[in-house]
């Protein structure tokens, strides 16, 4: 099955600064990505949707200048989390949807970002 | 909009008998049905989906569930529970075109 790779798995950074997870689509091409953000013991939280080559579309709530997403390539999209706060916190998952218009979604492992 | 509603936080069984986890949802037009699992510090793992055709969806790992049209539900259910199906299990709609969005999950439980 089509696979979609986050990088890094964790990441421990200090207040103020920035940090950027990556998110692939190993073998397949998605013109839409997905960030959701997902708290301890809940549901996953759409964040923004990324289309290549175009800017993200962010959910309402969500500053689209903090959490800054690029989709550069049909394989690739990155969230950018700037001048991250404890609050940030959490567990970032990507997803993937097929290019070939598979209706699934294909979800990356997810990164665990911690905040000091 | 879609929307998908899990009715319980927790489900417990014993390992060997059936199980049950519950999904409805709500949506215009056609839905897409999904279930996914997610294990401590993963991400989710696809275990069936329903887009169109048969009620009952056969997935992953003796995983089924049931489109109910009239009840818009579509639970999620294992004839044998094993004690490594303990995790987080998901419900998701879509509607054509849409973006898909989550239940607050359920965490199954089984017992030895």
């Known amino acids: 099955g089509a696979v979609v790779s986050q990088h890094p798995s964790r990441v421990i950074c200090k207040s103020g600064t920035s940090v950027k997870i990556e998110c692939r689509s190993l073998?397949?091409?998605?013109?839409?990505m997905f960030w959701y953000r997902q708290f301890p013991k809940k549901s996953l939280m759409l964040m923004a949707t990324?289309?290549?080559?175009?800017?993200?579309?962010?959910e309402q709530g969500v500053e689209k200048d903090k959490f800054l997403i690029n989709h550069a390539s049909l394989t690739l999209s990155t969230l950018t989390v700037t001048s991250a706060h404890p609050e940030d916190s959490s567990f970032y998952i990507c997803?993937?949807?097929?290019?070939?218009?598979?209706?699934?979604?294909?979800f990356g492992p997810g990164t665990r970002l911690t905040v000091t | 909009a879609q929307s998908v509603a899990q009715p319980e936080d927790q489900v417990n069984v014993a390992e060997g008998n059936p199980l049950t986890v519950k999904c409805t949802y709500s949506?215009?037009?056609?839905?897409?049905l999904f279930w996914y699992v997610q294990y401590p510090n993963r991400g989710l793992q696809f275990l069936l989906k329903y887009i169109t055709g048969d009620n009952l969806v056969k997935g992953s790992y003796g995983f089924e569930a049931e489109f109910n049209k009239s009840q818009t539900s579509f639970h999620l259910k294992k004839p044998s529970a094993l004690v490594s199906d303990s995790a987080l299990y998901f419900c998701?709609?879509?509607?054509?075109?849409?973006?898909?969005?989550f239940g607050a999950g359920t965490r199954l439980t089984v017992k030895p």
């Open positions: 073998d397949f091409q998605a013109t839409t």
């Open positions: 997803s993937a949807r097929d290019l070939r218009g598979d209706y699934e979604q294909y």
């Open positions: 998701a709609v879509r509607d054509q075109g849409g973006d898909m969005r």
């Open positions: 990324s289309n290549e080559g175009s800017k993200a579309t962010y």
């Open positions: 949506v215009s037009g056609n839905p897409y």
